[in-house]
């Protein structure tokens, strides 16, 4: 039979590599208990940025009932100016800005208008954006004169204010 002879050097190696105590066992197994908490602790922490980056933000996303698109929309400022850019008519206005559409009123000391028209015979309405700034009012309907009945009015104030 053949039997399995290590040289002097091969014993040395193979015996520096064996744990020599309980505590060098301990040890060991601490750190791969160690090393796997860690990778779990960095896989947790890498799910939950993922999942706070593809979380929608939280942040101001009240929104006012819309106006119906078939009413029209009335403009008041003391002042402003007009251009073209692109498809759109854009209108910079100054002081005591209005803009009304049915029973949703936006006020504001400045405005910028996008007024995309529609073409006439289209049946399309005329769309716009709208950004206010400085001490903006939007609100939709009105208070209820009759106690006790709901509302339905909204007023939403703040710096600015962009929508359709």
């Not at 039997?3 to 744990?19: C, F, N």
């Not at 040890?27 to 890498?46: D, E, N, P, W, Y």
């Not at 008041?76 to 251009?83: F, H, K, L, N």
């Not at 009759?146 to 600015?160: I, Y």
């Amino acid at each position: 039979m053949f039997t399995e002879s290590l040289g002097k050097d091969a014993v040395t190696i193979r015996s520096s590599q064996l744990p020599r105590t309980i505590q060098e066992l301990a040890a060991r197994a601490i750190g791969r208990a160690t090393a796997s908490v860690l990778r779990l602790h960095r896989i947790s922490v890498f799910v939950g940025l993922l999942f706070a980056a593809l979380a929608s933000p939280a942040r101001a996303e009240i929104e006012l009932p819309v106006a119906s698109p078939q009413t029209s929309i009335h403009v008041r400022a003391d002042g402003g100016r007009r251009w073209k850019q692109g498809e759109y008519d854009v209108w910079h206005l100054q002081g005591n800005c209005e803009i009304r559409q049915d029973q949703v009123v936006g006020r504001a000391t400045e405005a910028v208008l996008w007024v995309d028209r529609a073409s006439p015979h289209s049946g399309q309405p005329t769309k716009a954006i709208v950004y206010l700034d400085g001490e903006v009012t939007v609100e939709h309907g009105s208070a209820s004169s009759t106690v006790g009945e709901p509302t339905n009015a909204a007023k939403l104030t703040g710096r600015t204010w962009l929508g359709r």
